[in-house]
């Protein structure tokens, strides 16, 4: 019989825990915000931008009522840590194969099941993560 998944509590962190992981706190900040606001999906794209411009960052997309919205614009720099985080909250271990898994998470005393689906792209990974129904607070 396979052990229960962990369940990670992505409720406000201490102080502690956010100065000891900045990208995870970052990354349940994101999760977070973004099942409280409504979301039913999200999405976190690398930018491709032409060959002589500086990339973009990263977009974080929500899907609010059938519509994808920009919600938020990140560094560059933070994106490969925010996917190993998501990747060990799916127990996806490889970090290079496309992954499909499930966030396991507490949110207000709530247990969450969202999957999630990690696919290579050419700028970088592609995150999504569904928010099943029912779930917004």
Known sequence: MAPPPTVFDIDSPSMTEAMASPSASLCNLILRESILRGARALRLIPSTPPSDKPSLGILLQVQVDAEW????????QIF????ARLRTMADLA???ATGDGYLHVRIEGRELTLPVQIVPGEAGDQVFVTVPSGTAA
Do not use: E, F, N
Request: charged letters at 15%.
């Open 80 to 83: 490969p840590q925010l996917v």
């Open 94 to 96: 490889a970090a290079t």
């Open 69 to 76: 919205k920009d919600a938020l614009h990140l560094p560059t």
